[in-house]
Nanobody, 114 residues
Framework: QVQLVESGGGLVQPGGSLRLSCAAS????????MAWYRQAPGKEREWVAA???????NYADSVKGRFTISRDNVKNTVYLQMNSLKPEDTAVYYC????????WGQGTQVTVSS
């Protein structure tokens, strides 16, 4: 089993930055990829960014050029660096680990407001 804990969310002004963290524990050797998703009030959960075990990254068009996903294998942690934040980035951000099965964290709130 894999356990995921997100942290780093908070309140930030438009144009500001935040770095989210996702700490993984358990059977982490089985993880082949990690991803970030987000869900705003009244909207469906959407994919934001992904990183493979080999280090390849992909981003949703809405965050491309502003967000960066990275990982630290020593700390078993995946990060999402969010720059140039916009009010429409406001959402609960979730970490997902892909193995033969899927695992999700509980989410961390990001609020972008003037």
């Amino acid at each position: 089993q894999v356990q995921l804990v997100e942290s780093g969310g908070g309140l930030v002004q438009p144009g500001g930055s935040l770095r989210l963290s996702c700490a993984a524990s358990g059977s982490i050797f089985r993880i082949v990829g990690m991803a970030w998703y987000r869900q705003a009030p009244g909207k469906e959960r959407e994919w934001v960014a992904a990183i493979t075990s080999g280090g390849s990254t992909n981003y949703a068009d809405s965050v491309k050029g502003r967000f960066t996903i990275s990982r630290d294998n020593v700390k078993n942690t995946v990060y999402l660096q969010m720059n140039s934040l916009k009010p429409e980035d406001t959402a609960v951000y979730y970490c997902r680990a892909a193995t033969p099965g899927d695992y999700w964290g509980q989410g961390t709130q990001v609020t972008v407001s003037s």
